[in-house]
């Protein structure tokens, strides 16, 4: 499913970054659906609930349920678009695989505020998979999340905020550095936990941003400290491929969700070549 | 026309950014052409004449030259691929236009090398344009370009050798920091030479590989120092954008080549995604 979402994020580069990834996709012979997303045209957010978008986001999410329902998968593949395009396919997922489905949550963020903390809805997804946030989305989520087979990997720092709700929710989580070399920690979750059938969130940006260039933190023109204070990821590309690669040999991966891909200079030389005299003619 | 030849730099990732930059650029309703390129296959480069992958190179040329023939357009844009990628085009060009058209050739690099000096082909184009070099590849060149009608723009540095063979063939070229605000040295040659279509050889290197990622300097996993000595780009991507506008306002662009595209990270995380357990089913 692909989903060009940007409004959770309200960056309208999210867009090009959904249709990005889906051309460096593998082709595959399962059903595809693209769930329509309006183009941003240069206005404003509008609030509803503290959440900007939030009626669009919610007939998208609904838009990406009938889609799924549609076809009613074993697995879901998702191209986002920001974090919370994963609503409607770890919903869907979590009824049809019950206490059998586990939730790898490959993130440098927990995606668990609500409006009273963030007023971007993609920062949270989690929450609402697990019934905490507001009431409008989470009624999209029929089956809630069972918090022990939730697990957030890659993630080395949270705010105060975020403290205290992964404390609540009782989320449990690994640290970059555990996972650089082993996927040991993941695996023992899954097998103590009689996990069988796995979805994974992969934000990109869980990627340090110094190795890997389409991510919201290398965006161009930036003030010098526009990102203080925010975590930025440490994990590799080739090791969250190893880290993926072993756990699919030990579990059924039924769900993937690649979403926050923001490749800025593929952006600038797209809109650079469209200005060109000769591109006109 | 796409070429995503790859030889000339002995570098497979040019063909994966020949195939995303067509996917980055505009529709267009004039014909397409595809040469074809064969894949590499991790054989070490075949040398005749001192030129790496020569055979093939020469080959894909000819290819290029009948692609355009079929279809005698009036102006071409070639989406490369290695610089050699422009051999065909501008040929066909200077035999089309002759004596009025101008080659801009926006480069870090003056691609003024033969093989006496260096074995990758794609250093020797714009040599070869000019009658200089092997003479397999400056037959396919009936009409020579004159130096007169040819600027390097953007150039900051250049070796000994190049040196030399510059002042030999009389080009002349002009340093990024005089075009970072103004295209006035462009539009002053292009009016005192009587340049009334142009042809564009814009090699992607110009600009500066701390602001744009898809450059050979950029590759990862490179150690330290790799690239010494080897002058790299200083402009930025808004000021090519705008001295071509402005030199597209003054003279009839007939072709443009973009060339030595190379998105690192889209291709890695184009094979990270093909390894994914849930792709492949």
Redesign the interface.
Known sequence: MNMPQWQGGDEPAYSFGSE??R????P?DGPEETVAVPEPDGSSPPVSRGIKWCAALLSQARAAREAIERHAPD?I?TLGGDCLVDLAPMAYLSRRYGEKLGVLWLDAHPDVMSAAEFSHAHAHVLALLLGRGDEAFTAEVPRKLDARRVMIAGMQGWNADEDLILKELGIRHIPPAVLADSSRPILDWIETEGITHLA?HFDLDVLDPA????LLFNR?GMPEGAFDGIEQGRMQ??Q??RL??EI??AVD????A?AE?L?W??L???N??????????
């Open positions: 990005l990834l051309w460096l996709a593998p595959h697995r593949v994974v190795h890997f260039s389409p161009p590309l080739d969250v491929v993926l690669k699919g040999a991966m039924v769900g993937l690649i891909h490749p200079d593929m600038r030389l797209r650079s070549l469209a200005e060109l005299p000769i591109m006109k003619s």
